[in-house]
Every structure is written in C-alpha cells, then in structure tokens.
C-alpha cells in the first residue's frame, strides 16, 4: 500500500488560532477597494454581462452575450455570478465577490495543505507567499475565469497528495472523491483543462517514482464516477439546446486554440518565463534556491523528495503545456503558483533559524536590483503619455515607486544582517502596502473605461430608444446600460454565435442607417476616429456626451 512520507499528519498545536488569524488578514488583504474602479474590458465586462443576462432573462443552460449565444466556456463561474448579483446586486463589487473568495480560499487551503504535509511553519509561509505574489493579487481583483480554475485546480491536487497520506479505507476514499469533485468543477469553469492537468501531473509522477501500483489504491472507478455525475449533465443538456456545441466548443475552442494559431495570441517560447518572474515577485528572487534546495532527482533522492517532486512537475509541467500552446495569455499560468508558493515556503522553513546562506544572501541581493529596477520603471509610467494621466495618478506612481525600492532595500539588508525571518516581514509588510496602494491607483490607470459615458446615457434613456454601437462592441455597455444593445458592423467574438440564430440587433451599416433616419431616437456610441470619419456624410448626428476616445452620438437634436 502506497503512502505519502512526511511529517505526522497532527501536531500538538491547535490549528485554529492560525486559521482565524490568516482568514481575517487575507481577507482584508483581498477585500480592500473590490469594487473601487469600473469593469475593464473586455474580460472583466464579458463575465459580468453574461451572468447578468441569465439573471435577467432565466436562462441559464446556454450562456448569452448581448443575446447572442456564446459557447466559448462552461457556465459554473457565471452561476456563482448569478448567485451574487441575486444576493447583492449587480455592481462591480458583486462581480469581483467571486474572484477575491477564490483566492482566498486557495491561500487558506495552501496553509492547510503546507501544514499537514510539511509543518506548520511551511503552510504559514506558503500561504503569505501566494497572497502576496503579485499576479496571483492582482488576479483576485479581476472577473475573469482564471483564478476560480486555477483554484479548483489546486484544490484537486491537494486533495490527491492529502489522501496519500492515509491508509486505504473510507478517509482516503473521501478525499480521492473530493479530488475528482474538484477536477470536475474545474472542467465546468474553464474545459478539459481542468481533468489534463491533473491527470497529466499525476501520471508523470507515479511514472518518475515507478509507483504503478498506486493506480489500483485511489479509487478510480467509483473516483470518475463522481466525475462523470458532476462533469456531464451540463454538457449534455447544452448539446441537446445547441447542436454546434461538440464541434465548437471541444474540437474549436480545446483543441484548434492549443494547436494553431486561431486565437491570434502569439508569444514566443519564453513568453511565460517572463510572467513567471515578475508574476511571482516579490518572491521570485529565491525560486531557483528553492528548487535547488528542495527538489532531488536522482533515483533514491527522489524516493525521499516525493512530495517536493510533485510540486516541482506540478509548476513545470503546466508551465511547458502553456508555452508550447499557441494561445497564450498571461492569466493562464495562475495554476502554477500555489506550487511556487509552497516550494519556496518550505525552502524558507528549512533556513528560518539559520544565518544567512550563500543563497539567501543571493536571494536578497536579486531582490534589491530587481526591486529598485521595477521601481524606476514605476516611476516614469506616467511620463509616456503625461497628457491623459490625473495629477493624482503621478502621485500614485511615486508613492508606489519609492514603497517598493524601500521594501526591496531594506528587505535585503535586514535579510543579511538578522537572517530571514527579519526579511520576510520586511518584504510580507512593505509588499502588502504596496499592492493596496496600486489597487487604489487603478481607477486613475483605467483611463479608458466608457462607465462614465454609459451611467450618463442611461439617465437620457426613454421607453423606446435605441442604443447602438457602430463599428465597435463596447463590452461593458450592456452591462452598465442593463439592457442588450444594437451592435452594428462588428462581429469579433459573437461571430460563431450569428452562425446559428437570428438576431435582429446584431446588423449591417445599411440597415442601421435607414433606422437611424426613422423617427425612432437612437444614440450611437462610437470610437472617435469613426465619428470623425462618418460625420462629412451623415449630417443628422449631433454629438451629446463624449471623451478622449469614444462620442456618444444621437439622431434627435437634443433640446436645450
């Protein structure tokens, strides 16, 4: 019978206190500002329209963007959304509710985890070390697929490497069971990937540590039968509503995307290397000690080493199926770093109570060079185009700029002169502040955001106008508007959609213009540079709201 080695499953510490403790920290840390800046588009606008429409409609087998059928993902995310906006509302906040929880969960579950499997001091570290990586924050702050999958990901693989560590019977069969649930909401989130990861870091493990046997001592049959009860009905009821479905969504969306490059999102094969380090920042100075110094391959090490060996194919083995994939975006690699986290934080437990190593002291130096550069960078942000930044957003920059040379510096030198406890405070503290801090910069980085422009036309609205947009489709404009909007001379991403209905307010510039000389009023919303194009050639536009980028246009003269 196969079981995970580590350390004893309990400790004579309560686990209490640190849960409660780093439930209510991270959860002020991931709360603060939710709902502080508008919806950006187009994710953001996409994930929350989609929900709302099925709240406001009652459909909710067959997603709908603006009307249109949009099969691209499976709908768990948007239930959760619907739930929201059925408990709070809509509102920007309601929509990002989901996202923030997920991340929190996940760092609570890798102290759990960390802690069970290694000690307590490691689950602690693992947890603040996720919380505070800066894609892994800034992605709890975004309505986006990404981090519910991500999260559901890891909470698959957790409950794989927990169940290991018991004997065959009914608390093994249990957590095995929760893993398949949990792949099995993950394939409902985002598609297969949420079955292929697992799988694929599973498999290459049991191969890497010649444990076959392990397949006949976790459960699958009645394990995918659990996956097939949760994971199917969904599929299957789609299909019976939509025909296209199989084709588009399984051969189309899972399988062209990886394969070609449909999606028009090239990156070179370094793209995520890049991600990775930036992404994982403030902690990425030390991965590469931390691999090295928790990650054995030699053929009796990796006996020893199994559960750092898990974790390591964990983060390579997603991070090489992403880059050799020709859709890449930089979200997809969230999955990865709950591995990280806990990597590093067990690296970080071993070296708590030691003077510093010749690692750490490079850790800390990385950290400093790579801190002050990041800061430099921060600075002249505003600088690029200063015409179209607040004078509030510069000072922003600033203040972000001199919060993270500050950190990084006295990080290191605190981290070579009282060890590391002494650094990861400085880093944990300084990082905390300087995430909230850019948290509430972003509605002044947002510039583009047309919310203004739509809460004003909604107060001009009337029973009978028309809302349209021409050569364009403004994500967020249905959104923001509450109501389904005429998209005209635009397809994008509703294309597949029009292949299989008929809707009446997805239409061509000729139709639109003899509606636009009815008697009917109806307000156009448009990028400036087609307003300036249009305007010699239709007179009966008179201009009633607009900004730098977008004119909000009627055929009605408006009365003074």
């Not at 880059?323 to 970080?348: D, Q």
């Not at 708590?352 to 010749?358: A, E, G, V």
């Amino acid at each position: 019978m196969t079981i995970l080695r580590g350390a004893p499953p309990s400790e004579s510490r309560a686990w209490a206190p640190d849960l409660w403790r780093l439930a209510l920290v991270l959860g002020l840390l991931f709360s603060l500002l939710l709902g502080s800046r508008p919806l950006s588009a187009p994710d953001e606008a996409r994930y929350s329209e989609i929900p709302r429409e099925m709240v406001a409609t009652g459909h909710y087998i067959t997603p709908h963007l603006n009307g249109v059928t949009y099969l691209e993902k499976p709908p768990l995310f948007y239930w959760l959304q619907a739930v929201s906006i059925k408990l709070f509302g809509l509102s920007e906040w309601s929509m990002r509710l989901w996202t923030g929880l997920f991340a929190w969960i996940g760092c609570l579950a890798t102290y759990a985890v960390g802690r069970f499997l290694f000690d307590r001091r490691t689950g602690i570290l693992a947890s603040v070390i996720l919380a505070t990586s800066f894609l892994y924050y800034g992605m709890s702050r975004v309505v986006t697929l990404d981090m519910a999958v991500s999260v559901l990901i890891t909470l698959t693989l957790y409950a794989f490497l927990v169940a290991l560590r018991f004997p065959m019977g009914p608390v093994r069969r249990r957590f095995m069971w929760a893993a398949f649930a949990g792949a099995a909401l993950a394939v409902l989130t985002k598609g297969l990937i949420g079955i292929v990861f697992p799988m694929l870091i599973i498999g290459v493990w049991i191969l890497m540590l010649n444990r076959w046997r392990l397949l006949t001592e976790i459960y699958l049959p009645t394990g995918f039968l659990w996956f097939f009860v949760i994971a199917v009905p969904w599929h299957v009821l789609v299909q019976m509503h939509n025909p296209e479905f199989f084709h588009y969504y399984f051969i189309h969306q899972q399988f062209s995307r990886f394969l070609t490059p449909i999606s028009h999102r090239p990156g070179p094969p370094w793209y995520f290397v890049t991600v990775v380090l930036l992404g994982f920042f403030p902690w990425s100075p030390f991965l590469f000690q931390a691999v090295a110094s928790t990650v054995e391959f030699g053929r009796e090490a990796r006996q020893h080493r199994d559960l750092e060996l898990f974790l390591f194919l964990w983060a390579v083995l997603i991070f090489l199926f992403f880059s050799a994939s020709h859709s890449k975006l930089i979200p997809y690699i969230l999955p990865i770093f709950p591995a990280l986290a806990l990597l590093v934080g067990r690296y970080f437990a071993r070296q708590w109570d030691r003077p510093p190593t010749r690692g750490l002291n490079t850790g800390y130096w990385i950290l400093a060079i790579s801190g002050m550069v990041l800061s430099v960078v921060i600075y002249f942000v505003p600088k690029f185009r200063p015409s179209l930044h607040p004078h509030s957003l510069v000072i922003f920059m600033h203040v972000l700029s001199l919060i993270l040379a500050l950190t990084s510096i006295t990080a290191a030198v605190l981290g070579g002169r009282r060890g590391l406890p002494a650094a990861v405070v400085a880093v944990v503290a300084g990082f905390s502040v300087f995430l909230v801090t850019l948290n509430a910069a972003m509605p002044d980085l947002d510039i583009r955001s047309i919310k203004p422009l739509a809460l004003a036309l909604k107060q001009r609205l009337k029973p009978g106008d028309e809302v349209a947009s021409y050569h364009a489709y403004y994500q967020d404009l249905p959104f923001y508007l509450r109501r389904i909007v005429t998209v005209v001379n635009w397809r994008g991403e509703l294309g597949e959609g029009l292949k299989y209905g008929h809707y009446p307010w997805m239409i061509r510039g000729p139709t639109f213009w003899k509606q636009w000389s009815s008697h009917r009023t109806i307000y156009m919303m448009t990028p400036r540079q087609e307003y300036d194009h249009l305007l010699p050639d239709h007179r009966n536009m008179y201009v009633v709201l607009q900004n730098p980028y977008n004119v909000v246009v009627c055929n009605k003269k408006p009365v003074s």
